[in-house]
């Protein structure tokens, strides 16, 4: 199977030019595969929450706490869903035509294109200055939390921190979406002087042949990846074990009972919280 395309350049030497359209259907496949292994494998595991017994212990030695606790301000929400519009705009717009719908797409993409780079750079100001920007990051910090989920996924009941705001794995999600939404924005943004838009002189002449060529490859690369990603985030926004996390993108909040089964109070401290004291049993 190829997974590049080559062509001439005016001088006879070969170049790349683009992503063969069989990584397409291959990252499709391969987002629609994980939905079914996932789906087999939870059915078949039991679900990793704090029983209840814990939760009540960790509910009686935090009684201030209120009873809907803040996940996501209404900006996040906002950019959230702005961010959601574009990407599904961007990868219908992208793929329909090589699925066989054909239509005049350039111009849809590249405006949903500078949807997408706004909104994530006010992302990246808004986490910065006005979140906490660490609570989604993964680093060697997580180490024993990631140990503590291997082990509860193979089906043992073992002690160690649950996860503070954001669980491990989507943790790892938002990391590798920001590897390959930079890398789309960043070669789409130079792409936007090939094409004809309001901004300025089309310009195909920018840089060499190769170069245009790595540029589209990396374009076309990290948006096949996206197509499996978000594949994968939607699998797991509609699973109804995760209604709640999804509810809270919606309304903003999750329950003080959610938080408690779900979270690490030390690690994602709120409002009402007070300093965690440790349930009985737990080490
Ligand atoms: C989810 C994100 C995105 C996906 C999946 C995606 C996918 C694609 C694909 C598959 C192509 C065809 C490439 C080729 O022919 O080799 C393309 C072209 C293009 N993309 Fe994107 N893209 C995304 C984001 C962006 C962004 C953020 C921008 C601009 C800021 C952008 C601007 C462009 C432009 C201008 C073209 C047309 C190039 C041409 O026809 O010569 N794209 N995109």
Redesign the pocket.
Same mark, same amino acid.
């Given at each position: 199977m190829d997974l590049l395309k080559w062509g001439r350049s005016p001088w006879g030497e070969w170049v790349l030019t683009?992503?063969s359209w069989n990584l397409f259907w291959a990252s499709l496949f391969a987002g629609i595969l994980f939905f079914v292994a996932h789906a087999s494998y939870v059915f078949f595991s039991a679900h990793r929450k704090r029983s209840p017994e814990e939760t009540d212990a960790l509910e009686a030695a935090h009684p201030n706490l209120p009873t809907k606790i803040e996940r996501h301000n209404l900006t996040a929400r906002l950019f959230h869903w702005v961010m959601a519009a574009a990407?599904f705009t #961007?990868?219908f717009t992208?793929?329909l035509p090589v699925a066989g719908y054909k239509f005049p797409w350039?111009t849809w993409?590249?405006i949903a294109?500078?949807v997408?780079?706004a909104s994530i750079l006010f992302h990246i100001v808004h986490a910065t200055f006005f979140l906490d920007f660490w609570s989604i990051w993964v680093g060697p910090k997580d180490i024993p939390e990631f140990k503590a989920e291997i082990m509860r996924e193979l089906g043992h009941d073992v002690p160690g921190p649950k996860s503070g705001k954001y669980p491990l794995g989507n943790r790892l999600y938002h990391l590798a979406q920001v590897v390959t939404s930079l890398s789309?924005?960043a070669t789409?943004?130079f792409?936007?002087k090939?094409?004809r838009t309001p901004f300025f002189t089309r310009n195909p002449y920018l840089f060499s042949d190769s170069t245009w060529g790595v540029t589209?490859v990396t374009?076309?690369l990290a948006?096949v990846a #996206?197509v499996g990603l978000v594949i994968a985030h939607v699998y797991f926004a509609v699973r109804p074990d995760k209604w709640w996390i999804t509810k809270a993108m919606i309304f903003g909040w999750v329950t003080r009972r959610q938080y408690l089964e779900h979270h690490e109070p030390d690690r994602w401290r709120v409002p009402g919280g007070g300093s965690a004291a440790k349930p009985a049993g737990r080490a």
């Open positions: 683009h992503v990407m #961007l990868l992208a793929f350039v993409h590249w294109g500078l997408l780079t789309v924005i789409g943004i792409m936007l090939r094409v589209y374009h076309g948006g #996206l």
